[in-house]
């Protein structure tokens, strides 16, 4: 199985066997996988594929339509016009030049900007946006939404970026505007009004306050809060870093464990704090389980093959959920290990 580049997608999977590709952004190949269990109160219980990720409609991988959302959450965006190209320029038009400006003019693009090693802008030469992203005015001809209104996030990825967490972590330094990037398809997610509102703070003026920058940094599990800022870091709940400087963010960007700090006071929240890009394990495209009491059971993460509550298991065997956490071993945890929310708000 090819685990490294480019590779966003595993082949359909059988019963109890985790898809494989361990991008930052996720693997697509959640979407096919159906889960369902028996609660507690004796209800049947379900979390289905098109609940995992971005539901991109690409048939010749057995890839369909979100079949209950029709539209984006808190957007317009029709669900049956979902494609790569939603998101992601096709032809590589967005470009970054020497003063940071992005547009579809310019220099010309000599290479991509998504990298540690990636060649900088000059006055003869610019990049291409983080991920190719699309920017301001972008709009498929078969889109049925409006057309963006906000350029690609400031953000640098490791050369080695698709691999196994099980030792260290593979960091994106995300500078700014992701959240402001995502509300391209999801303008209305943090509004007050409508029945999918959502009110936690995202984007560039969700600034992390003094004490949750404390708890981040000293929050290393469940009843755990002896950490450090300079080893405090996890790409389980990655945050931006309030910078748009390229040369910062390549210094940080890694995946050797070379830098490990935690935010400095100038952190902010973002879409991808909490949720994956393309596709995760778990219902809403969240990194770890928010329906479970625990993430941990007991020094094992919680499957149907050993003996964990069907609650907190949800139908996943032990691998699966390992794999939702890009191979860590358990024990990086606590014993019993609460959700990584707390990992901001320390209250468990």
């Given amino acids: 199985m090819q685990t490294q580049g480019h590779y966003v997608s595993s082949p359909n999977l059988g019963q109890g066997l985790a898809p494989t590709q ?5 693997d697509f190949g959640w979407l096919r996988k159906n889960f369902q269990w028996q609660a507690k109160d004796g209800g049947q219980e379900r ?22 959302l029709r539209t984006a959450p808190g957007g317009s965006f029709q669900a049956a016009n979902l494609s790569c190209t939603s998101c992601h320029d096709p032809h590589g038009r967005y470009r970054r030049d020497v003063n940071g400006t992005i547009s579809t003019a310019g220099p010309a693009v000599v290479g991509s900007g998504s990298y540690t090693n990636s060649t900088n802008p000059d006055s003869n030469a610019s ?40 030792m260290t972590d593979t960091r ?38 003094a ?3 404390n708890n981040y940094n000293f929050y290393v599990a469940s009843g755990n809060l002896t950490g450090r800022q300079d080893t405090a870091y996890t790409s389980m709940v990655p945050y931006e870093m309030g910078t748009d400087d390229f040369g910062v963010l390549k210094q940080v960007a890694n995946s050797n464990g070379s830098n490990l700090s935690g ?7 973002m879409c991808l704090s909490c949720h994956r890009a393309h596709a995760s394990g778990w219902d809403s495209i969240t990194r770890w389980n928010n329906q479970a009491t625990l993430l ?22 032990e691998a699966e959920t390992r794999k ?18 707390n990992k901001c708000h320390a209250k468990d």
């Fill in 22 to 26: 361990l991008t930052p952004g996720g």
């Fill in 47 to 68: 979390s289905s594929g098109d609940r995992h990720g971005h539901n991109i409609v690409a048939a010749d991988y057995g890839y369909s339509a979100d079949a209950i």
């Fill in 296 to 317: 941990v059971s007991n020094g094992r993460y919680p499957g149907i093959d050993n003996g964990a509550s069907a609650d907190d298991a949800q139908g996943r065997t």
């Fill in 127 to 166: 990049v291409g946006t983080y991920r190719m992203l699309a920017g301001k005015g972008y709009q498929q001809k078969l889109s049925s939404g409006s057309a963006f209104i906000t350029d690609p996030p400031a953000a640098v990825a490791p050369v080695n970026y698709n691999r196994s967490e099980a």
């Fill in 172 to 209: 994106v330094a995300y500078g700014s505007g992701m959240s402001e990037w995502c509300q391209n398809c999801h303008g209305n997610i943090h509004s007050s009004e409508g029945a999918r509102s959502r009110q936690h703070p995202a984007g560039n003026n969700a600034r992390l306050s």
């Fill in 324 to 341: 939702t956490f890009y191979d860590r071993p358990a024990s990086r945890y606590a014993l019993f290990q609460r959700s990584l929310c």
């Fill in 211 to 213: 004490d949750t920058t």
């Fill in 263 to 269: 935010p400095d006071g100038s952190g902010n929240v």
